[in-house]
């Protein structure tokens, strides 16, 4: 999908959402999904959220860095009707054993990131120290 132009871009986005509705394991799906997308260094500031690109923006532009496809994971699972109403949070932290930034999605306080697991947020382990926690609005 992601070699495609915007408008072809636009279509798949669409039509994987639609998948997500009767997926069984749409989380997984989502993470699968944006594994695929082309990994750029740095494209966006997470502690800067007017810089975050909204999810048109995102789909034009096509630059996946580690926070980007955090936000692509959110901005598909809060446009997905089956998601509606749920409560979306971007976290940004550290594991301080391996002194690794993170990028992580919380739905309801289960957290996801591109590395497939799930956990409830107080679940995390005691390494990782919670930075930044940014609410999610609602997307229409």
């Given at each position: 999908m992601f070699n495609l132009s915007y408008e072809e871009r636009l279509s798949k986005w669409r039509e994987f959402r639609e998948h997500l509705e009767s997926s069984s394991n749409p989380l997984n799906d989502v993470v699968q999904f944006y594994k695929l997308a082309p990994t750029v260094s740095i494209h966006t500031d997470p502690f800067n959220k007017k810089s975050w690109p909204g999810p048109w923006e995102l789909l034009n532009e096509n630059q996946y860095c580690s926070f980007c496809k955090i936000l692509g994971m959110c901005y598909t699972l809060q446009l997905t009707e089956s998601f509606n109403g749920?409560?979306?949070?971007?976290?940004?932290?550290?594991?301080?054993?391996?002194?690794?930034?993170?990028y992580l999605l919380s739905i309801n306080k289960e957290v996801i990131g591109l590395d497939d697991?799930?956990?409830?947020?107080?679940?995390?382990?005691?390494?990782?120290?919670?930075e930044r926690n940014y609410s999610m609005p609602e997307l229409q």
């Open positions: 749920k409560t979306f949070e971007i976290i940004i932290g550290r594991d301080m054993e391996n002194n690794a930034r993170l697991n799930y956990v409830h947020v107080d679940q995390l382990p005691e390494s990782i120290i919670i």
